[in-house]
């Protein structure tokens, strides 16, 4: 009995404090951080260069969070947008498995671990942030990601880009009516956010309008 306790605290004591999923940045200021999913599960998936130049040709700050599957088929694309200091390519996964709360802590490990290895041998850059597939997840595993070094790093609402049925009018009108300071907006650069290049640019300029501006996750979060 006394070795099954010893056990159970020794396990207590190596996990952290607590598993926090951050869905928006600290601050009260009109500030928000452009995030986009670049994920790929069975189906190969590519970069959306309309949503990729805009926001380069502007030179606003933003995230991608990033799977190995895309990243094996983006390669070069990925490998450019980290030469860009206000891009961030952040950790998603290798495989996107949609159910990672499912897995064993190895397995959970493993697609974490491995993909920041993959990604750091395209860009030259470790990851210091993950999302969790579909944002399906448990205490357990995000405990698992922060022993990793990670945060967790989510949203508070969807923007729902990956609707077809979602018009670039219904998606600008929808993200634009719920953002509030230090929000996560969350998109797809993967072929799958099917207006988000329409709307994006009508987005950004009315957020500018209302005097917001845009940051990087690092910064925010640092």
Known sequence: ???????ALAILLALPAHAEIVTRLPTTDKVVALTFD???????????R?????????????????????????????KDLAAHDFVELEN??????????????????HQIADNDELLAGITGR????????????????VAL????????VHWRFPSGDPAKEVTAAHLEEWVL????????????????????????PHIVAELRKRGYRFTTLAEALS
């Not at 009995?1 to 056990?7: A, C, N, T, V």
């Not at 998603?92 to 490990?109: A, G, P, V, Y």
């Not at 797809?188 to 709307?199: K, L, P």
């Open 1 to 7: 009995m006394r070795i099954w306790i010893s056990s």
């Open 177 to 200: 009516s719920q953002t509030r300071p230090g929000d996560i907006l969350i998109f797809h650069i993967n072929g799958r956010g099917w207006h988000t290049a329409e709307a994006l």
């Open 92 to 109: 998603h996964s290798l495989d996107h498995d949609n159910h990672m709360e499912r897995m064993t802590d190895e397995q959970i490990r």
């Open 50 to 78: 309309g949503i990729a130049d805009y926001l380069l040709g502007e030179k606003i700050p933003f995230t991608l969070f990033v799977t190995g599957r895309f990243a094996r088929h983006n390669q070069d694309a990925l």
């Open 126 to 141: 470790h990851t210091r942030f993950f999302r969790f597939p579909a944002g399906n997840h448990d205490d357990r595993g």
């Open 38 to 48: 670049a994920c790929e599960s069975k189906t190969p998936a590519f970069l959306d």
């Open 145 to 152: 990601a922060e022993q990793l070094g990670y945060r967790v």
